[in-house]
């Protein structure tokens, strides 16, 4: 009798350690599609909900507004764990179409996020399917184009991130995968679908666009084009040959708000220490590498405009092991602003900028 209340006991704290009902599966192939569109009202109700048992943990609930995720290689279990455990209440997690899945039947669009939503819609946020190699370099029209109907018809509230400049990752490189190496205009007929469909539809956009200062002037000219688009920058500061940036500081970025209310940027980069290997450069310049805080000039202009910067992680399929990590560099990045602007950072500013209302 003695062992079964201990037992009863110990599998009552599992479950009051879980904040949300965990996955009943750890891998998406045990869960069906949904048939109908995102109810974004219902499940902003679920989403509240986790927000709130956080913060009465005493924690900072934590948005990732950016992440990937591989649908074939999802451990939904391990990700709801971690979550409970570290106080992320969603990721707003958009799906990678692979080289393979690609070649076989050039798929442009993965429905994965509906099946995820049917698998634990608490904690996580359908975004489009990410814009990368080989489906959106490949075809970045088309991709813009059937991208726009998927989200209509089934009700996104926010679109991956769109990689127009990109390097090299560090991980490409290390296993000499040029592909990734990708270039394709902002102000391509791709570029021109997408910010006209976000100033249109009110629905934010994510691009990544690597830092360089012969690619300022073409955003900004699509910045004035759209100015009601919504642009999410990923990796603010993030800069990875810093000969070709000699013109982005804090007060670069000051002025581009200023003049681009819609213009937002997401805090996705390594830690203080981290070094773009093609380059030999620490690309995460937002730190201060002797104190290990944010660089008084960048917490300024965070604490200024606190509604124009989102938490994010930047998981990607090939790194969905980092989970842990990038919990870590989000809760360092918040350590150097006030407490007022920690929680803004963390999750409000997301709510605002994809929902539209204060939480
Ligand atoms: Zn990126």
Redesign the pocket.
């Known amino acids: 009798m003695k062992i079964f209340s201990f037992i009863m006991v110990f599998v009552f704290c599992l479950h009051a350690e879980s904040i949300s009902p965990l996955p009943s599966s750890n891998s998406l192939s045990s869960f069906e599609k949904s048939s109908t569109a995102f109810d974004i009202q219902t499940l902003k109700t679920l989403w509240k909900a986790r927000i709130n048992a956080i913060l009465a943990q005493g924690v900072i609930p934590l948005i990732d507004a950016?992440s990937s995720f591989n649908p074939s290689k999802f451990d939904l279990q391990d990700y709801a764990k971690i979550m409970d455990d570290k106080g992320v209440a969603m990721i707003a997690f958009s799906p990678q179409i692979g080289e393979k899945a690609y070649s076989k039947d050039s798929k442009l669009w993965h429905d994965s996020p509906s099946v995820l939503m049917n698998a634990d819609a608490s904690r996580y946020i359908p975004a489009s399917t990410a814009g990368i190699y080989p489906a959106w370099t490949n075809e970045s029209t088309a991709f813009v184009n059937e991208t726009i109907k998927q989200v209509t018809k089934q009700n996104y509230p926010l679109l991956g991130?769109f990689?127009f400049k990109?390097y090299l990752s560090p991980r490409q490189y290390k296993n000499n995968e040029t592909n990734r190496d990708t270039n394709i205009t902002i102000d391509s007929q791709a570029g021109h679908l997408l910010f006209a469909f976000s100033q249109k539809s009110g629905l934010p956009f994510?691009i990544?666009y690597e830092i360089e200062d012969s690619l300022l002037k073409p955003l900004e000219n699509m910045l004035d084009t759209y100015p009601k688009a919504k642009v999410i920058w990923?990796?603010l500061a993030q800069i990875r040959y810093h000969e070709k940036a000699q013109q982005y500081t804090p007060a670069l970025v000051r002025d581009l708000i200023q003049r681009h209310p819609n213009l937002y940027f997401d805090l996705?980069f390594g830690d203080k220490d981290s070094l773009y290997k093609p380059s030999n450069e620490f690309h995460s310049t937002i730190w201060d590498r002797s104190s290990g805080k944010l660089k008084k000039e960048w917490a300024q202009l965070i604490e200024d405009y606190p509604y124009h910067f989102l938490t994010a992680f930047?998981i990607g399929g090939d790194r969905q092991d980092e989970l842990n990590e990038k919990i870590e560099v989000s809760r360092e990045v918040l350590k150097s602003l006030t407490p007022q602007t920690q929680k803004i950072v963390a999750y409000k500013a997301f709510w605002k900028l994809v929902f539209n209302e204060d939480i």
Do not use: Y
């Open positions: 950016e991130e990689e990109h994510q990544h990923c990796h996705a930047d």
